[in-house]
């Protein structure tokens, strides 16, 4: 039998559906969030406690209200993205606290590191959004963060890990940024994360941040990172139904609150390993949970989260590349429209690495021109070409050849593709030396984006507000 990714039959998608709707009405989501749950009951929900009980009308209802997909605007009109359909988008590592030098030596995150990031995503040929969070220093302010990421880049941006009040500081900034509330409600300038706690359970500040940000007109990814066997069922199958009925409730919460906020579903969700009680972001079960994920997402006209360059391993090595490869190929492949942690991700989520950041680029160049369809057309299937060449001759001085030497193929910036004695003499580096040098080519060159002097000031005052 022919090896191929799994394809859900119509009849496991209904099933899945169905345990889905089941869990939602039956056994009901948590809500410890007072307002969401007087939310709730305005529109005639089940509510007892904190216990929110939805119907499978009540899901559908609220889900022909959610675009299937929007646009995010950028500082920079030319940068704006699209989200779902035939659109798919990647954006950098977020919400590390550490980060791993090129030595593999593991630090807390500095200011300088978070600025160097910015640098990268800026100057990124692949990178399609900014991040306020690509990694999170101790000693640094979720404001702060996002006020050096709207000088530093702009990219649309994805907003600081959600709280209620990180909502409202972006709502507050954002403003400042686009030329006021209005505006900024308009149409999103942000999408932010909204991570429900599994099983079943969306705290105050996730709830809280679904309220803010719908209200204020903003994205919301809405994903779950269930463990198989720990904060799920053992089952992939039972772990897909609590993520997608997380993804659901928090959606449905959205829809009540502004409906036509647009909303990205899916998740991270992957089996744990057991030996550690510790996620496995690497393995292949969390291929074959983007795989259900994104079949479900098509089934709910949902635009949809998954993949990015994961590993488990802790420096830019062989196992790193490995799974980061696997990772993000697979899943652009299965047609997720937005790729969370797509650049610079080490160990499980826990550090950043500004050489793995790079080499995540040119990982996600080469997906995405192998995913390209090929131009057949009656230019380039070159007959006349290959009437003048015959038998036994060369291509290389051809008209068509030179017409398209320097387009037609991908280039890499960092991998090597010398012959072993050029190499050599080229100084014979491994790939970590390659991308330890592009990243300060790349530092070197940055140039910050232009913003005007009274956003600039409008945005030092409001810190200064706010550290008071």
């Known amino acids: 039998m022919l090896n191929r990714f ?95 030098d090129a030595d593999g030596t593991q630090r807390s995150a500095t200011l300088g590191d978070f600025e160097n990031l910015c640098k990268l995503a800026q100057t ?27 000088r530093l880049t702009d990219l649309p941006l994805t907003g600081n890990p959600c709280s209620r009040e990180n909502a409202v500081e972006l709502l507050e900034m954002a403003s400042i940024v686009w030329g006021g509330k209005e505006v900024v409600t308009q149409s999103p300038v942000a999408i932010v994360s909204i991570n429900p706690t599994s099983p079943l359970t969306y705290g105050p500040e996730a709830a809280g941040g679904i309220i803010e940000l719908a209200r204020g007109g903003q994205a919301l990814l809405i994903s779950s990172m269930v463990m198989a066997g720990l904060s799920g069922p053992i089952t992939l199958a039972g772990t897909a139904v609590i993520e997608m009925a997380e993804s659901l409730a928090g959606i449905v919460l959205a829809q009540l609150v502004r409906p036509g906020t647009p909303c990205v579903c899916g998740g991270t969700s992957c089996g744990a390993d057991l030996r550690y009680c510790s996620a496995a972001i690497g ?137 072993h004695e050029k190499w050599k003499e080229a100084g014979g580096q491994d790939l970590m030396k390659m991308a330890e040098a592009h990243v300060q080519e790349r530092l070197a060159a940055y140039q910050k984006p232009h913003m005007d002097e009274a956003t600039e000031k409008a945005l030092t005052k409001y810190l200064e507000q706010k550290r008071a």
């Open 283 to 419: 393995s292949p079960e969390l291929l074959k949970m983007m795989h259900i994920a994104t079949e479900m997402a098509r089934y709910y006209k949902l635009p949809c989260r998954y993949g990015g360059g994961l590993t488990d391993a802790h420096i830019p090595d062989t196992q790193a590349g490995m799974e980061s490869a696997l990772s993000m190929g697979l899943s652009l492949g299965a047609g997720v429209h937005y790729m969370h942690q797509a650049f610079g991700i080490l160990g499980g989520y826990t550090a950043m690495s500004l050489e793995k950041f790079v080499i995540d680029e040119e990982l996600a160049g080469t997906i995405k021109r192998a995913l390209e369809p090929v131009e057949v057309t009656d230019e380039t299937l070159c007959l006349d070409s290959i009437s003048r060449v015959g038998s036994g001759g060369s291509f290389l001085m051809e008209p068509m050849t030179a017409m398209r030497c320097r387009s037609e193929f991908f280039i890499p910036k960092i991998a090597c593709r010398l012959n």
């Open 6 to 100: 799994h394809t859900l039959t119509s009849d496991q998608i209904e099933k899945l559906h169905t345990a889905c709707m089941e869990v939602l009405e039956n056994t009901g989501v948590l809500f410890e969030e007072e307002e969401a749950l007087e939310i709730f009951k305005d529109h005639d929900f089940e509510v007892e406690g904190k216990k929110v009980f939805i119907t499978e009308d009540q899901v559908m209802k609220a889900l022909s209200t959610t675009p299937s997909e929007f646009s995010i605007r950028a500082r920079n009109p030319e940068k704006e993205v699209r989200i779902g359909g035939d659109h798919f988008v990647l954006s950098p590592g977020w919400g590390a606290p550490f980060i791993t």
């Open 124 to 150: 990124s040929p692949y990178l399609d959004m900014s991040a306020s969070s690509m990694v999170s220093p101790v000693d640094l302010s979720t404001a702060e963060l996002l006020a050096t990421t709207l």
